[in-house]
């Protein structure tokens, strides 16, 4: 049996490095090895609230979750009915978004499926859904990145403005207006970037 050492919700406020077996994965499963996983605030919401968080499960305190969702990594092994889909030492990036209708994610929902831990299992449910998206690169922390550029790029495609008492949206920044940009760290340079690449 595989050990991973993991950051896990066990309660509010309750994160802890745990180390523990892995089960043999089943043969619609990933093992994978984790090898970088960006910090999102959105974890840091997950371990304020324990499971008063949507996304987290109520009985963490006997399955904690590990945390984690924007990473990356290599395919240890391979089920039975995924080898001629994916190889053992393939590089991957995981998307996270699921869309499920109970909002179980990696992350904060699964006790072997996240990215702040050595090792995980990829379940069946986000394989079906692609979230497993093979990565050509060995800079894994770009890889992570993917997930929160995904959701910057989002926004700008969804950014519109209106004229007083005129019910159309007119898509994209509004030409002559001002925009106010609120992002931190790595995530700034992303969206100045992004910003200077759309405005005329």
Same mark, same amino acid.
């Given at each position: 049996m595989l050990q991973t050492t993991a950051a896990v919700i066990c309660g509010e406020?309750?994160?802890?490095?745990?180390?523990?077996?892995?089960?043999q994965i089943s043969d619609d499963e990933l093992l994978v090895k984790n090898i970088s996983n960006s910090i999102c605030l959105s974890t840091y919401k997950a371990a304020l609230l324990g499971s008063k968080h949507k996304?987290?499960?109520?009985?963490?305190?006997?399955?904690?979750?590990?945390?984690g969702h924007e990473y990356a990594g290599v395919?240890?092994?391979?089920?039975?009915?995924?080898?001629?889909?994916?190889?053992?030492?393939?590089?991957?990036?995981?998307?996270?978004?699921?869309?499920?209708?109970?909002? !179980?994610?990696p992350g904060y929902s699964y006790e072997t499926f996240g990215g702040n831990a050595t090792y995980s299992?990829?379940?069946?449910v986000a394989i079906d859904l692609g979230c497993v998206l093979p !990565?050509?690169?060995? !800079? !894994?922390?770009n890889a992570s990145l993917a997930e929160p550029m995904s959701c910057i790029i989002g926004a700008f495609h969804a950014s519109y403005h209106t004229t007083p008492y005129v019910y159309e949206h007119e898509m994209g920044i509004k030409e002559g207006g001002s925009l106010a940009l609120l992002a931190c760290a790595v995530l700034w340079v992303s969206v100045l970037s992004i910003t200077l690449s759309t405005v005329q």
């Open positions: 406020k309750d994160v802890r490095l745990r180390t523990f077996d892995l089960p996304r987290v499960p109520e009985n963490i305190d006997e399955v904690p979750v590990m945390t395919i240890v092994e391979v089920g039975a009915n995924l080898r001629d889909k994916y190889k053992s030492g393939e590089p991957f990036v995981l998307q996270p978004a699921m869309g499920l209708p109970t909002g !179980y994610s299992i990829i379940p069946k !990565y050509k690169s060995t !800079y !894994y922390a």
